[in-house]
């Protein structure tokens, strides 16, 4: 996965003239220890920040070491002007955390008050209209920071990859499908680039890439993958002939940008043309960590994109699809799992989530497809999905989307996906989230979400909704627990 940006931490202890500098410098010396011990590499920059002529030296160590994400470190109070001025000028995501003070019996020479100019800088950040991330409690010991800078590495990773990301789409979207309406407004203010093309410029690269001759390289490597799931090998050459197209395309188009996504038809002329279903190329890209979102998904494929960087990991973008039976629930999960029946439902799609993040994968024909381009014969151009079920363990619902006024909002919510077999086709997993029932009623229906939901795996709502907040998402739903009602809840139901 190297469609990501790397992030090059540096930290910068700020001090206030009147307060010890070498409280400042020992401190952060304390901090850089502890982070580097248990996270990791971080750029010390060896000039403490008093003024705004310390200001420009530091941010001048910084950016020659390299840095794209910056701590600024009140030591001690901090000079809320020079401090500030570091997040206006370092052109890349910083966070402000503080020093909480060592003993009791330091408390005079060494007393910072760091708690104190925090309030300071944050009120001078906002004045200056300058972003930052501050940490939930941003005053703590140095193990305590540490572990917040920790915190802010995924932010800031995701953060980098928007500035540098272009989101290629092939479209239009198809027919019914205004849930994957995409106002660009939003895009642009999160500087991504988008690139929308049609799908005859998809169909003529196609054909110019027929006859290539990495085509066997790559057919072999889908057979390594799929192993004994390779249940369609006739399809494989065509497969591989257009997953090359998509990466020839990313490469020669992404002009400016470090990084791309794909927001592409795929149904329903897509397989009477191409011949194929392109479900199975869709979970490669993305497990290169190239996202590729379905049926013309923009901000699909920018939610994919996001839990790329904050997971470090592959993704996959399901339909919130249907309910879990109730007689299915009854046998194998009433109690088994803490979950009501409404908890629970199946994430699906028709085979785009990667092979690693399924079970007894296998090619398959889209089912749904073939009901009306195929029927009642042996499948062929719908051929092209990787089925099986999701594995089972932790992971985060959410995505990021801009209103038809052009308003972003947003959703986190956090569950797992449990040992239960689906019984079903396509990619599909039996889903649970705490209290879902109501969060399905008062965020996802009330507020106009589309269908479709990216998922990380693992439990990643706390820098995403740090990220969601950075980003001046106002409208941020998660699956609020029992007795903590939604607006519009009804109080007596």
């Not at 928007?162 to 979207?173: A, H, V, W, Y």
């Not at 960590?289 to 494929?301: F, K, L, N, Q």
């Not at 007689?327 to 409404?342: P, R």
């Amino acid at each position: 996965m190297n469609n990501m940006p790397k992030v090059k931490l540096g930290i910068i202890a700020v001090s206030r003239d009147c307060f010890p500098m070498e409280l400042s410098i020992h401190r952060r010396e304390a901090v850089v220890a502890s982070y580097t011990e248990k996270f990791g590499d971080i750029y010390e920059c060896p000039t403490t920040v008093e003024n705004e002529t310390h200001m420009m030296k530091a941010l001048k160590e910084v950016k020659e070491a390299g840095c794209n994400t910056l701590v600024v470190y009140l030591g001690n109070f901090g000079p809320e002007t020079s401090e500030t001025l570091l997040a206006k000028y370092f052109e890349g995501p910083t966070m402000f955390t503080a020093a909480a003070e060592e003993n009791g019996d330091h408390l005079q020479d060494g007393r910072g008050d760091a708690y104190c100019g925090m309030l300071n800088a944050s009120y001078n950040l906002k004045l200056r209209g300058i972003k930052a991330y501050i940490p939930e409690y941003p005053v703590g010991t140095p193990d305590e920071v540490a572990e917040m800078i920790a915190d802010f590495v995924p932010v800031a990773k995701a953060l980098i990859g928007l500035q540098n990301l272009k989101i290629i789409s092939f479209g239009p979207r198809p027919q019914d499908f205004l849930a994957c309406n995409a106002p660009i407004k939003q895009l642009y203010n999160m500087n991504v680039e988008i690139e929308e093309n049609s799908e005859l410029d998809l169909y003529a690269s196609f054909h110019a890439h027929a006859n290539d001759p990495r085509i066997p390289q790559v057919i072999k490597s889908m057979e390594d993958e799929l192993g004994t799931g390779n249940q369609m090998p006739g399809i494989l050459p065509k497969l591989a002939q257009y997953e090359l197209t998509l990466l020839d395309w990313a490469e020669s188009h992404k002009g400016s940008r470090e990084f791309v996504a794909f927001a592409n038809k795929c149904w329903p002329s897509f397989q009477t043309q191409f011949g194929f279903v392109p479900c199975y190329v869709n979970s490669r890209l993305t497990a290169m960590g190239i996202p590729v979102s379905c049926e013309v998904d923009i901000y699909g494929a920018l939610s994919e994109y996001i839990g790329t960087c904050i997971s470090n990991d592959v993704v996959t973008l399901l339909d919130i699809n249907n309910t879990v039976p109730a007689d299915m629930y009854q046998s194998e999960i009433k109690g088994k799992y803490n979950y009501t029946l409404k908890d629970t439902f199946m994430g699906f799609h028709c085979g785009n989530t990667a092979a690693c993040k399924l079970s007894n994968y296998s090619m398959k024909n889209q089912k749904i497809m073939a009901r009306a381009l195929e029927p009642n014969q042996e499948p062929n151009i719908t051929r092209g999905t990787l089925e099986g079920d999701i594995i089972p363990g932790e992971i985060t619902f959410f995505r990021l989307q801009s209103t038809a006024d052009a308003k972003l909002k947003a959703y986190v919510a956090e569950g797992e996906v449990l040992p239960v077999a689906t019984r079903s086709f396509g990619g599909i997993g039996v889903f649970a989230i705490p209290e879902m029932g109501r969060f399905y009623r008062h965020v996802l229906v009330e507020k106009n979400y589309p269908h479709h939901g990216a998922v990380a795996f693992g439990h990643f709502g706390k820098p995403l909704y740090s990220l969601f907040q950075y980003l001046d998402v106002e409208d941020i739903g998660f699956n609020q627990p029992k007795g903590m009602l939604y607006k519009s809840e009804n109080p007596f139901a």
